[in-house]
């Protein structure tokens, strides 16, 4: 059972940067992806930014396209988020998925995660 530890949550004022980490407990891990994912108070976990682990290829929600970005550590199964340009909408717990793309699922963040972390809260204001 993979585990996925994420860090580099917290508190910002609006315009400010934070860089979210996600680290695979098992470096052998091959999903299809990984991606981060996050929930609002009152509202339902939305895919983010995922990338495909095998071509590297990226994708974005229109709500953070231009101001997220997504990268991956493949020596370190590991995942990062860097978000810039932070607004007051973009508080939520975020979380850390990985899994199997399903590019038939009509999304713009396909990445179907059957592995979770614990979730970081970012909070901007």
């Known amino acids: 059972h993979v585990q996925l530890v994420e860090s580099g949550g917290g508190s910002v004022q609006a315009g400010g940067s934070l860089r979210l980490s996600c680290a695979a407990s098992?470096?052998?891990?091959?999903?299809?992806?990984m991606g981060w994912f996050r929930q609002a108070p009152g509202k339902e976990r939305e895919g983010i930014a995922m990338?495909?682990?095998?071509?590297?290829?990226?994708y974005y929600d229109d709500s953070v396209k231009d101001r997220f970005t997504i990268s991956r550590d493949g020596a370190k199964n590991t995942a990062f988020l860097e978000m810039n340009s932070l607004k007051a909408e973009d508080t939520a717990m975020y979380y850390c998925?990985?899994?199997?793309?399903?590019?038939?699922?009509?999304?713009?963040?396909?990445?179907?995660?059957?592995?979770w972390g614990q979730g970081t809260q970012v909070t901007v204001s």
């Open positions: 998925g990985a899994g199997e793309l399903v590019p038939w699922a009509g999304t713009p963040v396909p990445c179907s995660a059957q592995h």
């Open positions: 098992d470096n052998t891990y091959s999903g299809e992806c």
């Open positions: 990338i495909a682990v095998s071509s590297g290829d990226a």
